[in-house]
């Protein structure tokens, strides 16, 4: 399998794919994105965007290992475990890179509060996470693997000028990282394929809307989000 592949996806992924697909182009053409690729946007949208990533992989790690905690299968435990560590050590130890980079401090960082889209993307997975059985905490979690790696491969086609940004797509088009999300698709179709009607519709529904946090996490950053009071 290669990173700038195509996604390996089973019956009911596909699915999922085709509802958000609008969605997705979407997210390529954004100015954020495409100021990634262009090596043009702003550097303080980039150091925005990586601060409210840091406090948002937080709680992703955290909606990982509760995934895991309501796994009924011994692989599927291991994995989310594996997972949350990871997304903590390696997407992390990415981060700080750029914090150096960028100027920032870790305890600059964790002094920022959450912007509101970010707020409200984690308390959506926490709250699926806490209380909606395991299929459905994978399916949206989904999308903030999937998407950042399509995303990634689309934008390694061009590269960009800037070497920061450059970083960035390398990361998210590594193989190593592809490796991840089709490991996170094969257990979703698994999932799926053991659900109910019910679960599945439900199993859509966060994914969809995760989806749509996706776009509006970029449009956060090109924006700089702050709280109105």
């Not at 969605?23 to 954004?30: K, N």
């Not at 990586?50 to 790690?61: G, I, S, T």
């Not at 749509?212 to 970029?218: C, G, K, L, N, T």
């Amino acid at each position: 399998m290669s990173g700038r592949g195509h996604a390996v996806r089973g019956a009911f992924t596909s699915l999922l794919w085709k509802e958000v697909a609008g969605i997705y182009e979407a997210i390529l053409g954004h100015p954020f994105v495409q100021g990634l690729v262009g090596g043009d946007l702003p550097r303080e949208s980039f150091t925005f965007y990586v601060v409210q990533d840091a406090l948002y992989l937080r709680e992703f790690a955290r909606a990982l290992s509760l995934a895991a905690a309501k796994s009924d299968r011994e692989d599927w435990i291991l994995t989310f475990n594996e997972h949350a560590a990871g997304t903590l050590k390696v997407e992390r130890a990415l981060l700080q890179g750029f914090f150096g980079e960028l100027g920032l401090t870790e305890d600059v960082v964790r002094a920022n509060p959450q912007a509101p889209t970010c707020l409200a993307y984690t308390d959506h997975l926490l709250s699926v996470a806490y209380s909606r059985p395991a299929p459905e905490i994978v399916a949206a979690l989904l999308p903030c693997y999937w998407i950042y790696w399509e995303v990634g491969k689309a934008l390694a086609v061009r590269g960009s000028p800037e070497p920061l940004y450059q970083r960035w797509i390398d990361a998210y088009s590594a193989e190593q990282f592809g490796s991840l999300v089709e490991a996170v698709l094969g257990l979703t179709d698994a999932l799926a394929e053991t659900a109910t009607e019910p679960q599945r519709e439900a199993m859509r529904q966060h994914f969809v809307t995760s989806a749509r946090y996706e776009w509006m996490f970029w449009e956060m950053g090109w924006r700089r989000e702050q709280w109105p009071v």
